[in-house]
């Protein structure tokens, strides 16, 4: 197996289990249909994907590249989407058939709409969070190419007196 899918498999898997368990937590208080609480979804997919590269890095760090971080973050943030977007279908279209139009009516003067375009809010919310907060997290891991400058800050002792 591809060792970024590894990775990613790993932790996509952990942030989906966690998005559906506060999901069930709020469901659990009848806070579910507060669109609020869903910002708690990023900070649970941010901690995901930073676990995941830093995972990866530190198994891999002789051969770690910019391209393999990046994989790893879009990879896991991508399974974490799709398992939370399979389970909210299934929660919308079976267990809580009035869920959408709950949230919708909120949105839009027109419910009729239905579950669809809350998955697809959910997909788009997933995956554009996945690509920013990937984007962000690989400024921290990624390896500098001005090796040189590095080695000179804090030493202080080939600095030019003259």
């Known amino acids: 197996m591809n060792r970024s899918l590894s990775v990613a498999l790993k932790y996509g898997v952990l942030v989906a289990v966690s998005l ?6 709020l469901r659990l208080f009848n806070l579910h249909d507060q669109p609020w609480f869903r910002l708690a979804n990023g900070l649970f997919m941010a901690a995901g994907i930073y676990f995941a590269i830093k995972s990866y890095k530190f198994k891999y ?18 399974i974490a989407t ?3 977007i399979i389970f909210m279908a299934i929660y919308m279209f079976h267990l809580d058939t009035g869920f959408p139009e709950t949230i919708l009516k909120n949105w ?8 669809g375009i809350l998955i697809i809010i959910i997909l788009m919310e997933g995956l554009a969070s996945t690509a920013v907060l990937t984007l962000t997290w690989m400024q921290i891991f990624k390896k500098s190419q001005h090796v040189g400058q590095q080695e000179r800050i804090g030493d202080n002792s080939q600095e030019d007196k003259s």
Do not use: H, Q, S, W
């Open 20 to 25: 559906i368990a506060y999901f069930l937590i």
């Open 61 to 78: 760090n002789a051969e770690f590249t910019y391209v393999d971080g990046f994989k790893t973050g879009l990879l896991t943030g991508f």
């Open 82 to 84: 799709g398992c939370f």
């Open 108 to 115: 839009f003067d027109n419910t009729e709409r239905g579950g």
